[in-house]
């Protein structure tokens, strides 16, 4: 029986030429792929800068430097998200204040948002669950009416689109947020392992990029005048990067066909529901997900696909599940993603599903949920 992946790249000659071009540059390191991936991934998202990195756990801890937040601050999170974020907050010292999810976006509830924030507040991290998006409008609101800087993980949404501007993108005018997206193998757009930031802000993009190499003022003097690390992606991935940012077309193309397909089996049956999603947002997504009646059904599901070979990922766990987070007894209420974690699958959705693999998931999910 062929296996069908949870997650593949998308990958052809392209990727290969570049490399190629890379590696016969014998610039392996540094080099010139790596401008020229940035500034293709600014023209294509329309954002006036982008700062590759070797990861996207680094792309954020990256951002958490430059923005020097201090041991003790305060950060909004989401209650149920994949943890590298949080680990890294917590790796810094900051403290994540987590906020309950909406049970039909499956994204932080943004109504719940003020009421966490106080003097200790720096910064809300929205990280965008499952190619879903949060109500981002409500929250730019609150960011601005308490002066606090927002950071958003598009790693699971990348090149999702609402009002027909890209998620995680401020306006060109506008310096208002720093987002991030991790470019892993499972990603939308992936270079292997390695992140990207996007920011309209000149001052940050300088820093970020210092950082990014151990804080260096001057490199042909070996001068350094700020603490940084060495948080940079390679030329070789950023040459896969760029060949594929030529095919985000067809990606695209292939990832809403997908989705379609899955909306139209869906739609009717009383035993799955989907994911809310906004009018006016054309959604790319990371993985489909789908929540079922119960716990019973959902492990049925899960067992019933992968023993056919199926690849289907588990929905992220209740932050207030993990002893090791710690979260304060006073932010300990969290109905809706205790609710969640156990009764979310989430289905395929890469680039290279065949139509006939979709009809497959569709039965098996049909049969069991
Ligand atoms: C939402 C989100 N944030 C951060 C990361 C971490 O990125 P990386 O694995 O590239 O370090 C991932 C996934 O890998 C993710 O899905």
Redesign the pocket.
């Known amino acids: 029986m062929k296996k069908i992946n949870f997650a593949e790249p998308f990958l052809n000659k392209s990727e290969k030429k570049y490399i190629n071009q890379a590696i016969n540059s014998k610039w392996i390191s540094k080099g010139l792929f790596v401008e020229k991936f940035e500034k293709k991934f600014s023209n294509t998202l329309k954002s006036n800068f982008s700062v590759s990195t070797n990861?996207?756990?680094?792309?954020?801890l990256l951002i958490l430097l430059t923005l020097q937040l201090k041991r003790g601050d305060e950060i909004i999170v989401p209650s149920m998200?994949?943890i590298?974020?949080i680990h890294m907050i917590k790796m810094l010292g900051l403290i994540p204040i987590p906020v309950d999810v909406d049970v039909n976006s499956f994204q932080m509830d943004s109504k719940l948002i003020e009421k966490k924030i106080n003097s200790k507040t720096k910064a809300i991290l929205v990280?965008?669950?499952f190619g879903g998006i949060s109500n981002i409008e409500n929250i730019e609101n609150i960011v601005k009416k308490k002066k606090l800087h927002l950071i958003e993980?598009?790693?699971?949404t990348l090149l999702s689109k609402y009002k027909n501007q890209y998620v995680g993108i401020a306006k060109k005018e506008s310096n208002l947020k720093i987002s991030?997206?991790?470019?892993?193998a499972?990603?939308t757009i992936t270079t292997g392992?390695?992140?990207i930031i996007f920011t309209n802000n000149k001052i940050i993009y300088k820093n970020l990029k210092k950082i990014r190499d151990h804080g260096i003022k001057d490199s042909s003097k070996y001068i350094f005048d700020k603490i940084g690390g060495n948080f940079r992606l390679s030329n070789l991935l950023c040459s896969i990067g760029y060949a594929q940012l030529f095919k985000i077309n067809e990606i695209k193309k292939r990832k809403l066909f997908i989705d379609k397909f899955y909306k139209k089996e869906f739609k009717n049956l009383k035993s799955v529901k989907m994911q809310y999603e906004p009018k006016e947002s054309k959604l790319i997504k990371?993985g489909f997900p789908i929540k079922l009646k119960n716990k019973i059904k959902a492990d049925l599901v899960k067992r019933k696909l992968n023993f056919n070979s199926i690849i289907c990922r588990p929905c992220f766990r209740s932050l207030d599940t993990m002893k090791h987070i710690n979260i304060s007894k006073n932010h300990r209420s969290f109905f809706n993603s205790r609710f969640l974690q156990d009764r979310i699958l989430i289905l395929p959705m890469h680039s290279n599903l065949k139509l006939k693999d979709l009809k497959f998931i569709v039965k098996i999910v049909k049969k069991y949920g």
Do not use: M, Q, R
């Open positions: 990861n996207g756990t680094n792309a954020f998200c994949y590298s974020p990280i965008h669950n993980d598009v790693s699971e991030f997206s991790s470019l892993h499972t990603k392992e390695g992140g990371w």
